[in-house]
């Protein structure tokens, strides 16, 4: 389950769960951009669209998936900053988004479990073109650790291991994958991997690329 998923980083690890054989649940306001997935993909992708600020919404968009397949492995929830946002980024807006939607989500999701465990692994990313002073960036790496440790140590016996990404010097469209994205894939895949099953948590993985980062077409 991929959720605040209509952007590069969510497209990239739908497609790349996808090609690796997993059934995909994208949930986000405007999941449209993932028509050209659905064309090839069948019913093993499923977009769901959801308002993440509201917990009924939420909760309804997890009664979907859940009728849908019946158990979910995995959720991933993305707190993205477009480049051509007008409003200045901001490290305390998007750790609160990240921090917000890991509990409201997560909270959600872990009360259908039964039994079995869920990876869970929280993305917060932004661009090289909005960088950010080092103390808000502190903040928002504060944020993130401090709810992922928390959040881990809550859920823990419920079968919840809880981790998280933060990524910066990031470049890509739609159309251009970078070396950051394909970092950051290998990195939710390896957060998520059920041989890790009941010993990775709590984590928050850093993922800092040098500026001059080539991106390259898929």
């Given at each position: 389950?991929?959720?605040?998923?209509?952007?590069?980083?969510?497209?990239?690890?739908?497609?790349?769960?996808l090609?690796?054989?997993?059934?995909?649940?994208?949930?986000?306001?405007?999941?449209?951009?993932?028509?050209?997935?659905?064309?090839?993909?069948?019913?093993?992708?499923?977009?769901?669209?959801?308002?993440?600020?509201?917990?009924?919404?939420?909760?309804?968009?997890?009664?979907?998936?859940?009728?849908?397949?019946?158990?979910?492995?995995?959720?991933?929830?993305i707190?993205?900053?477009?480049?051509?946002?007008?409003?200045?980024?901001?490290?305390?807006?998007l750790?609160?988004?990240?921090?917000s939607?890991?509990?409201?989500?997560?909270?959600?999701?872990?009360?259908?479990l039964?039994?079995?465990?869920?990876?869970?692994?929280?993305?917060?990313?932004?661009?090289?073109?909005?960088?950010?002073?080092?103390?808000?960036?502190?903040?928002l790496?504060?944020?993130?650790?401090?709810?992922?440790s928390?959040?881990?140590?809550?859920?823990?016996?419920?079968?919840?291991?809880?981790?998280?990404?933060?990524t910066?010097n990031a470049?890509?469209?739609?159309?251009?994958?970078?070396?950051?994205?394909?970092?950051?894939?290998?990195?939710?895949?390896?957060?998520?991997?059920?041989?890790?099953s009941?010993?990775?948590?709590?984590?928050?993985?850093?993922?800092?690329?040098?500026?001059?980062?080539?991106?390259?077409?898929?």
């Open positions: 389950m991929l959720v605040g998923a209509s952007n590069p980083v969510g497209f990239c690890l739908a497609q790349s769960f090609e690796t054989g997993y059934r995909v649940a994208v949930g986000d306001l405007d999941p449209s951009d993932f028509s050209s997935l659905t064309a090839v993909s069948g019913t093993n992708l499923f977009p769901v669209k959801v308002n993440l600020n509201r917990d009924v919404y939420v909760n309804s968009m997890v009664d979907q998936v859940y009728l849908r397949w019946s158990r979910v492995d995995i959720l991933v929830n707190a993205f900053r477009r480049r051509e946002c007008a409003e200045p980024l901001s490290a305390t807006d750790g609160l988004d990240a921090v939607n890991l509990i409201r989500v997560t909270s959600a999701f872990g009360s259908r039964q039994g079995e465990e869920l990876a869970v692994v929280n993305i917060a990313w932004f661009d090289e073109k909005s960088l950010l002073e080092a103390d808000r960036e502190a903040v790496q504060a944020a993130l650790r401090t709810t992922t928390a959040m881990a140590k809550k859920y823990f016996d419920s079968g919840l291991r809880i981790n998280a990404v933060h910066r470049r890509s469209t739609s159309y251009v994958q970078s070396e950051t994205l394909r970092t950051l894939v290998q990195a939710v895949q390896f957060l998520a991997n059920p041989e890790l009941g010993k990775l948590t709590g984590n928050v993985l850093h993922i800092d690329l040098k500026p001059d980062d080539s991106p390259f077409r898929r």
